[in-house]
């Protein structure tokens, strides 16, 4: 008796749960035509992708991603703390997948990134003792990580963000490890090791604050270096994480000409439009009151439609922008798919509830995807 109520109690939920599963499915809308379509000719449309996608657990975000997509980015499974977490241990599980899912459905597929101060693991900068290596050793440890990790994925990853954020923002160099040891040449041998490793993928610089004139010019002048160089330059990322008030637009189209001149594609690598606002330098007293807490989080129970639309207006100036550029521009990458996925959630403050995406935390397109498609229709 206990069994067949059991049974027949389990019937009932798994029904609820099928209906459940499928309204669900069928609400995630199907716009036509979609982003990708959209931007056909003007340039490629791109999303960061995590673990769940590559992995294949977000069944509904891997949809969205194949609807409207056509570019995808790894947004933490290549960096070295992950793909060689300790020196000569590869983990590539992870990579590969990233790789198999954007060939199987014909995208273009974007390597982030080889030589970058942050995600590094310790052990790349420091000998057994825990002291710094020499610059030969250094060197030696960036060629072996970019031709392993470039050679793995050779005709198969179509660009790499070869170094990032080398800069400040006033254009001076960023004091990394990489810096310190072998001195700004590690921006050349990055590239070059890149170059050996695949000579037909795309190589890039990508950085963040690129509307700052410092850091502007400082770009400019490290592309054309290399160019005099005879080192191999295909694209400049210009990150793309922006807020309500930065930057402004008519400085980032500076940079978008400044870039463009150097012969070299623009691409906008990383964006996302975050709501929320960033810390000054409160002291740790003030920033654990409840106040300054609610202060920093004023979303977390929604987001009010004045808001929202400076928001959508903001995603529509930029893409506009873009627009106008499609000829040096060739691709627009968004940094995640659905504002549940978003790192803006934790970063600069952990827990906070942010919206810069273009798809909801109920896998909904907002409506500034459609507003975003109709934008094409007077650029042909
Ligand atoms: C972020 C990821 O989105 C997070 O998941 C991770 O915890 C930290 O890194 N600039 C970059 C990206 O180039 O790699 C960063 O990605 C965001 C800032």
């Known amino acids: 008796m206990k069994t067949n109520r059991w049974k027949s109690k389990m019937w009932f939920i798994a029904m609820l749960l099928t209906v459940a599963l499928t309204s669900c499915n069928s609400t995630v809308t199907e716009q036509t035509p ?40 790894a947004e933490n499974c290549m960096k070295s703390m992950h793909i060689q977490p300790t020196e000569g241990v590869f983990f590539f599980d992870e990579a590969d ?51 392993t990790v470039v050679g793995r994925y050779k005709g198969r990853v179509d660009g790499w963000d070869v170094v990032n954020e080398a800069f400040m923002d006033d254009g001076s160099w960023r004091n990394t490890k990489f810096y310190e040891i072998i001195g700004g040449e590690y921006i050349k041998l990055a590239f070059q090791f890149a170059n050996e490793a695949d000579p037909d993928a795309e190589l890039y610089y990508n950085d963040y604050a690129m509307s700052a ?16 160089a005879g080192v191999r330059v295909d694209g400049i990322g210009m990150q793309g994480h922006m807020g309500m008030d930065y930057p402004d637009i008519s400085e980032f189209e500076k940079s978008i000409k ?65 627009l106008n550029y499609s000829d040096n521009i060739s691709r627009v990458t968004l940094w995640g798919l659905t504002d549940a996925d978003t790192w803006r959630n934790n970063w600069p403050i952990e827990g906070r509830t942010d919206y810069p995406l273009l798809f909801g935390r109920d896998y ?6 459609e507003k975003l498609i109709e934008l094409t229709n007077n650029n042909e």
Request: net charge negative.
């Open 258 to 322: 400044a870039f463009a001149a150097l012969d070299v594609n623009v691409m906008i690598t990383e964006m996302d439009i975050t709501l929320l606002p960033f810390p000054g330098d409160e002291t740790a007293e003030v920033s654990l009151s409840a106040e300054y807490q609610e202060k920093m989080n004023p979303y977390a129970a929604g987001l009010p439609d004045n808001i929202n639309a400076a928001w959508e207006q903001r995603y529509i100036d930029y893409f506009q922008l873009f």
């Open 34 to 73: 979609t982003l990708k379509d959209a931007y056909q000719g003007m340039f490629v449309i791109g999303t960061a992708l995590n673990k769940g996608h590559n992995y294949g657990t977000d069944t509904l975000g891997i949809n969205l991603i194949k609807q409207h997509f056509n570019s995808i980015v």
């Open 364 to 369: 909904q397109a907002k409506p500034v995807v």
């Open 213 to 228: 004139e410092g850091k502007r010019n400082g770009v400019v002048e490290l592309v054309k270096q290399l160019q005099a």
């Open 97 to 147: 997948k990233f790789v198999e899912f954007g060939e199987a459905n014909n995208m273009n597929i974007i390597g982030h990134t080889l030589i970058w101060h942050s995600q590094a693991p310790d052990w790349f900068f420091v000998d057994e003792d825990g002291a710094d290596v020499t610059r030969e050793v250094m060197i030696e440890r960036m060629r072996n990580h970019i031709h």
